[in-house]
């Protein structure tokens, strides 16, 4: 039997607090220790191909089986959102790039870590939203957005680490993006009779994080084992999928 809807909204409360906490551990993770440049690029190809399938195969379906083919509009609506805030508000960044000074590499620093805030601010509209439905689909959405939380946490820590800033900004980062998670599911929550165009719009900002951002970076280190991990985090997803729908 299904939940009242104010049950569905506390759960998604504090399954979005689950949500945050994994971007503040992403985050913990990258700083215990000093990892090389290259490694820390396999954290961004993992997130990266993961991020995709989670737009293309969870979130975006379950958009277009609530509000039909307009669904699309709305995605797309997500995707050059993020694409206007990057390249107007502030600049597309390219992760572990060195030919830029300190105040340029700092800026771009921020611009990721801005970039990420809108995407993880819709982690928690999607959390939110999929528990506005059914505690089945908010929970097949937490799973699959934890998953990534950790790769975004990594992935802003990495960014603050290989700029040149100290472990405590790569904390602060991460713990950012988990507040931004923290919004999103509040906003939705209260706005819920929005649920039709929120869910696209996250599944769009998702698919450009990971497509637009992430994936280019991949694609400027040698050699196929970063390559490959974009595979594994597409193939975790899948798995992952297969597992909750039996």
């Known amino acids: 039997m299904q939940p009242e809807l104010p049950t569905r909204v506390a759960m998604a409360l504090v399954f979005g607090v689950v949500a945050a906490a994994g971007n503040l551990l992403g985050g913990v993770f990258v700083v215990r220790r000093n990892w090389s440049r290259s490694f820390l690029h396999y954290f961004v190809a993992l997130g990266g191909g993961y991020m995709i399938a989670v737009a293309l195969v969870d979130i975006i379906p379950e958009s277009v089986r609530l509000d039909g083919d307009r669904a699309f509009l709305f995605v797309l609506a997500g995707y050059f959102l993020v694409h206007l805030f990057e390249h107007i508000l502030a600049p597309h960044f390219h992760f572990g790039e060195e030919t830029h000074t300190e105040m340029m590499r700092h800026h771009r620093a921020r611009a990721v870590l801005l970039g990420l805030a809108i995407h993880t601010f819709f982690d928690g509209v999607a959390i939110a939203s999929g528990f506005l439905v059914s505690t089945w689909l908010g929970s097949v959405i937490f799973v699959a957005i934890f998953l990534h939380k950790l790769p975004e946490g990594f ?19 991460a713990g950012a993006l988990g507040a931004a998670t923290l919004l999103g599911v509040l906003v939705t929550s209260l706005l819920q009779s929005q649920l039709r165009y929120a869910l696209p719009l996250s599944g769009g900002v998702t698919l450009y994080v990971a497509a637009t951002d992430l994936l280019p970076e991949v694609n400027r280190e040698p050699g196929w084992r970063t390559a490959l991990l974009v595979f594994v985090g597409v193939a975790t997803l899948l798995i992952l999928q297969g597992l909750l729908r039996v």
């Open 155 to 173: 992935t802003i820590a990495s960014v603050a680490l290989a700029n040149g800033q100290g472990r405590g900004r790569a904390i602060a980062g």
